[in-house]
């Protein structure tokens, strides 16, 4: 578990984090469709903006934080609780842009498991169960956040995707779930990522089974 409280925050903070907006793309109820939590339900926050910009985005709508409305912390953690969802994952655009204390602090307080997926590209923040990394060579993680690292999940596209995994691997802790992830428009990623996850068997593959299921 990683909490930056101590690090940015005065207690004295708390009794207004609930007035703390942030610039939200969408949030809604589903399945975890990707890595180690594959399966599960979980109430997803979407935040809008990202400095990294990966071509093959799916959600590329998210990158520009002013095109979306500002929303106050009680009112996403209330839909969050409203659903029902034991955890909450936080993702983007790229989350880490904003001090996600304020709206992890308030999760945490309605009993929810607060996860995030981040590309690293930016000053690790919140209070968080759950810390999957996702970095890109585009804009690489900073050193800071691999020592809280709980998963390890790599796109690949290409040969050169896998060289990249190795060196992020090698920066995290022991015990990191390791997964590849093959880029959903690029097919001849998958027999690549299944010959070396054969011959690498520390590595496991993580698949974008939301897509299978037909849900966000």
Not at 32 to 53: L, M, P, S, W
């Amino acid at each position: 578990m990683f909490n930056s409280s101590e690090l940015q925050h005065n207690v004295l903070d708390a009794n207004t984090f609930g007035e703390v907006e942030y610039p939200l793309m969408e949030d809604f109820y589903t399945i975890q469709g990707e890595g180690a939590h594959t399966g599960k339900a979980a109430y997803f926050i979407r935040t809008a903006g990202c400095d990294v910009n990966c071509w093959w985005c799916d959600v590329k709508e998210s990158w520009d934080e002013e095109e979306h409305p500002k929303v106050k912390v009680d009112e996403i953690v209330a839909r969050a609780k409203e659903s029902g969802a034991q955890i909450a994952v936080i993702t983007g655009g790229e989350p880490l842009l904003h001090d996600l204390y304020p709206l992890t602090h308030r999760l945490k307080e309605e009993g929810l498991r607060v996860h995030i997926e981040t590309s690293g590209s930016s000053k690790l923040s919140g209070n968080l169960d759950w810390i999957t990394l996702s970095p890109k060579r585009f804009k690489e993680p900073l050193d800071e956040i691999f020592p809280h690292v709980d998963e390890l999940k790599i796109v690949v596209l290409k040969k050169k995707d896998l060289e990249w995994a190795e060196e992020n691997a090698a920066k995290c802790p022991e015990g990191t779930k390791l997964l590849l992830q093959p880029e959903w428009d690029t097919p001849s990623s998958m027999d690549l990522i299944v010959e070396y996850v054969k011959k690498n068997p520390e590595w496991g593959i993580s698949l974008q089974t939301h897509k299978f299921l037909g849900v966000r």
